[in-house]
Every structure is written in C-alpha cells, then in structure tokens.
C-alpha cells in the first residue's frame, strides 16, 4: 500500500508528485501517480503544440516547482540561458523554456518513476485508505488526491456532432487523437478565446487567406482567466464567507473571464485580419450543410445574421465541458460513502481539501472551496500548500 496516490499525471498531478516528494520530503516508494499517459504533462504538450501557442498567459513564478524562482534561476544555467524568452507584463515565459524546464524538473527529480500507467474506474474505501480500480488493476493507497479535469473531454457544439456524423472534415483542438497540420483548404476555426485566437493566427501563416476565424463575441480582453485579487484576500475573504455553495458558484461564474484573451494575443490577431492573412467574423452557426464532393464534402454555413460562408474544414476551439469530471466511477464512490456534494455535483471539502478521511481534491474539483484560480497553475500551488499542511 502506497501512502499517496495522485489520480491524473498533467500539470497539477506532476506538481503535486514534486511537492510531496521534494517539500514534504516524502520517499519516491511512497507516492505514485496514475494516469492514462506514458509521459508526465502529454496532454499540456499536444494541446498546447495544436494551439500554436508561444508565451503562456501564466507569470513565471507559476513553474513546476514549489520555488517561484526557480524558472529564473534556470535561465542564469548554461543549458537554460539560450532558452531566456519572457514577454511583459509579469514575465510571461515562453513555451519552449517552460517546457524545458518543466523536463528539467522531472528528470532531476525523477518523477517519472513515480507514474503508474492506467485509467481509474473505481473507487473503494478500506479500513486504513482507498483502493483505486484501474483498467489494469487495482492500486491501495492511505491518501488519494483526484487531480484530473475534463482534458478529455472537448465541448462539441451540438452543429458539430451532426457534421461529424454527416461526414464533415471537422475536427476539436483538444480532441487528444488530433493533431493539428498545414490545412490544404478554406479552414473555419470557431471560438472566442485565447486558443481560437492562437490556432487561427499560426495556420494563417501557415496558409495566408485560407483560414476564417468565427467568434460568437467581439474579442474580450483580459491580462489573465480571472483578476488577480482572486489569489489575494480581496476577493477571497467575501468568498469564504458565503457559505452558500451555490452562491459560490455564481462568484465563480462571475469572475472567470471566458472567452478572453490577453493584450498581446488580440495584437498578433488584429496584425493578421489587417494584413490579410485571415478573416474575422463575429457571427454563429445557425445550420451547416454537408455537400459530398468527391473524397473531400464541401461545408456550407448558414450563420445566425443570415450571411453565409464555405469551408473544406473545420477545426473546433470550445474548450472543454464545464461539467465535474470523473463520470460514472466517481457518481457511484459519491453515492457509495455519502461524499458531499453541492447542487451542481462538485465536491464540498474543508480547507485542507480533504473530502473524506484520506480523499483529497485539486483542480476543478476543488473551486468550490479554492476559487476561480482553482483550475490553474496558482490553484495547484495553494492546493499543495493546503494538503500539504496536513504532513
């Protein structure tokens, strides 16, 4: 039996595997982490190689490492200082030196001999912890941490599941099978945030002229998700407050910037619209008709303005259903020992994140009691921060 097991291997399970073992100073026989890829942050790599994306919309403090300077000191080494790329404001890094470093990380600290490969299916209480079924086995640990989201689960329009079935040349960003390629066509990208923004500005260099970006919205701009003060005690004091977990969720709703997209990213889109490289429409779709054409079926839009356009192919940037992860195997662990829910499904915990003796959440799960941030780079930090002051 393992003292910690972390369900989910992306950002917040490998942050929280160098937290336990590095921080706490746990032994690498006592902790795993369990996840459906061979590789720690896979699914960070391929979504974020289909996005395009060159800087993160993240500070450099929010690294891998419980140290907020630790990215900054890898620049000051000789395999790091080539990689020194921060945009402002906050020192946004780039891709490539986050990503970089974050291997870094996982090959200093060996973190990757802490994964073990599967997907959970169940969950048990035992006397003394938790036996997580797998599609492969069954794993017992004293403390489970859930640590994953909806990373598998891209929102589809219900238009685009009838295309999809229809035949149609469509295809999500963060559908973990797709990746994403020079498009040989007239190519619709469909979203209004940050991803859509950067998806549709990389292939309109790619294929200058062929690429039409559909947005329900005029572009939000907004520096980060959710503002600031959502990490500070000015917003989060009147958070914890309320202990109405429905008007939590509101708050929630409310201070989540969705659809939005930093200064510098709504720049390099206008740049593209001004020199022709892509169309923008601020627009929906009203009815999609599918023409068979040979191997390729043409796409022919209706919008709700009543204006039309033609596509050869579609690729979806929706983002991911906002629904609590975990499905069916966590409804019935929920229903099985009473785990406590509020009315929209989500966990209630207490402050240490602990949803019942030797349960702990982070991430999505844990928004109800963490916030808006919950989800992001900061959240896995003061979920670390709040398990962790239990060892």
């Not at 019935?332 to 915990?349: E, K, Q, R, S």
């Amino acid at each position: 039996m393992f003292d910690w097991l972390i369900i989910g291997g992306g950002i917040h399970g490998t942050y929280l595997s160098l937290y336990l073992t590095r921080r706490k100073r746990l032994s690498i026989e006592q902790v795993r982490v369990l996840d459906p890829h061979p590789q720690p942050l896979a699914l960070w790599q391929h979504f974020t190689a289909n996005t395009g994306m060159s800087y993160l919309r993240s500070p450099h403090a929010h690294n891998l490492h419980y140290d907020p300077f630790s990215l900054i000191t890898f620049t000051r080494t000789r395999d790091g200082q080539p990689l020194a790329d921060f945009i402002p404001p906050y020192g946004r890094p780039s891709l490539e030196l986050f990503n970089t470093h974050s291997q870094r990380l996982i090959e200093r600290y060996d973190l990757d001999a802490l994964r073990l490969l599967g997907r959970a299916q169940g969950l048990e209480r035992l006397a003394e912890g938790w036996r997580v079924q797998t599609d492969a086995d069954a794993i017992e640990a004293r403390n489970v941490i859930l640590a994953f989201s909806n990373t598998e689960r891209p929102f589809w329009p219900e238009w685009a599941k009838t295309a999809q079935a229809e035949g149609a040349d469509i295809h999500h960003l963060f559908d973990p099978a797709y990746r994403r390629s020079t498009p040989s066509g007239k190519t619709l990208v469909v979203g209004g945030g940050i991803t859509a923004a950067q998806v549709a500005t990389a292939l309109s260099l790619e294929a200058p002229g062929n690429i039409t970006l559909l947005m329900r919205h005029e572009p939000r701009v907004h520096q980060f998700d959710s503002d600031l003060g959502w990490i500070t005690h000015q917003h989060l004091d009147s958070f914890y407050q309320d202990t109405d977990y429905a008007r939590r969720r509101q708050l929630i709703r409310t201070a989540r910037h969705r659809g939005s997209m930093p200064p510098d990213v709504i720049d390099e889109l206008e740049k593209a619209v001004q020199h022709g490289l892509l169309e923008q429409r601020i627009d929906e779709v009203s009815r999609l008709q599918v023409q068979p054409e040979g191997d390729s079926p043409k796409l022919h839009f209706t919008l709700t303005s009543g204006n039309t356009l033609q596509a050869d192919q579609i690729i979806l940037a929706t983002g991911f259903e906002i629904s609590r992860p975990g499905g069916a195997w966590l409804d019935t662990a929920i229903n099985n020992y009473g785990l406590p829910v509020a009315a929209d499904g989500f966990p209630i915990v207490d402050h240490h994140l602990c949803w019942s003796p030797g349960l702990f959440v982070s991430g999505s799960l844990a928004e109800l009691e963490i916030g808006p941030v919950a989800r992001n780079f900061i959240g896995v930090k003061l979920a670390a921060e709040r398990i962790g002051a239990l060892i």
